[in-house]
């Protein structure tokens, strides 16, 4: 009952945004880096801080640090939406979001300093993923649905590690998101407050699991994403541009934008795939070495990745 209460109460609330997006010209324009052609609000996944908020006033005693760190992130994201912000205040505003959930974590005590360098790198790596991923109808929503559904599983069958209603608050804002993105014309898109904000939920739960099981395993349920931004960023490095500026080089742009393969198979292509991924970790987790583990999922990933170079030369598309 108090799910279903929850989910009308964002509902609600993503409907009050839209009246502001609208009265404030909150809106995405499209231009020839984009997936999409018609103006569109933007914003829309702003909805992700309310479900941390109603939350946060749940439970107030031990989630001051998440929020304080969400809130940030989102604030920053949000005027960046509006009125485009510099790279350092960004990344200066998210390493500080990020050091408040590694001191909640107890990263600093528990970690050599090795680790927690490699840490931030993760953190802020999955940050700019998430973002850069987040460029077609429904992509972000579905995705989000299912890591949030993996570690969900998790933590109820193979190792509690947190609050379940911390899990499924971002699940039930996922839902609300997607009943207004993923359709042929979506009516908002999630915008940088969307993406980051629920970039940064999945990285705080993701390094609470591999904090406590003491294995990186769980990495693998954003292994999806991961190889896709990971290879793309390459990929632009060897043709020498500016990573940081908007492209069409990700395997989901080629497939939606140069082969007009609808946004939303593509996006459920992406989740089902990364289903799969995460059921097979849980299936192996504690059978398989982690570096196995890793070379089976990771290395076919990459070798499907790679069908995207052959789909541009057959497409005959300039990418340079």
């Known amino acids: 009952m ?25 809106i995405d324009k499209p231009n020839l880096r ?44 949000f005027w960046d939406d509006i009125q485009s912000l510099s790279t350092k205040i960004r990344i200066s505003v998210h390493f500080l979001a990020i050091s408040l959930i590694f001191y909640d974590l107890g990263v600093f005590i528990n970690l050599p300093p090795i680790a927690i360098v490699l840490a931030y790198i993760f953190a802020i790596g999955i940050i700019n993923a998430y973002n850069f991923m987040d460029g077609i109808n429904g992509i972000t929503g579905l995705y989000t649905l299912v890591v949030m559904g ?15 209603s911390f899990i499924i ?19 908002c898109f999630a915008g940088d407050v969307g993406s980051i904000a629920i970039a940064f939920w999945v990285i705080f739960l993701i390094l609470k699991l591999i904090l406590i099981t003491n294995s990186i ?13 990971i290879c793309t960023i390459l990929h632009r490095l060897h043709l020498k541009q500016n990573i940081f500026e908007a492209h069409r080089l990700h395997f989901y742009q080629i497939l939606s934008n140069e ?30 070495e982690t570096v196995t583990l890793f070379v089976v999922i990771i290395v076919p990933l990459i070798l499907v990745y790679s069908l ?13």
């Open 34 to 77: 984009s997936s999409h052609s018609e103006i569109t609000l933007r914003g829309g996944g702003i909805i992700f801080w309310f479900a941390a908020l109603l939350y946060f006033v749940q439970n107030i005693s031990y989630n001051y640090f998440f929020f304080t760190g969400i809130t940030l992130v989102t604030l920053v994201s």
């Open 308 to 320: 995207k170079f052959y789909l541009i030369r057959k497409a005959s598309l300039k990418i340079s």
């Open 217 to 229: 395993i769980w990495l693998l349920f954003l292994a999806v994403y991961g190889v896709d931004a």
């Open 259 to 288: 082969y007009k393969i609808q946004h939303r198979i593509v996006s459920l292509i992406y989740a089902i795939t990364q289903s799969v991924i995460s059921a097979i970790v849980i299936l192996f987790y504690d059978k398989l």
């Open 169 to 187: 608050y971002a699940m039930l804002a996922s839902l609300v998101f997607l009943f207004f993105n993923y359709r042929k014309r979506a009516k």
């Open 150 to 164: 993996s570690l969900w599983y998790v933590n109820k069958n193979v190792q509690l590690f947190t609050d379940a």
């Open 2 to 26: 108090i799910y279903t209460i929850i989910f009308l109460i964002l509902f609600i609330i993503e409907l009050l945004y839209f009246k502001v997006a609208d009265r404030f010209n909150i």
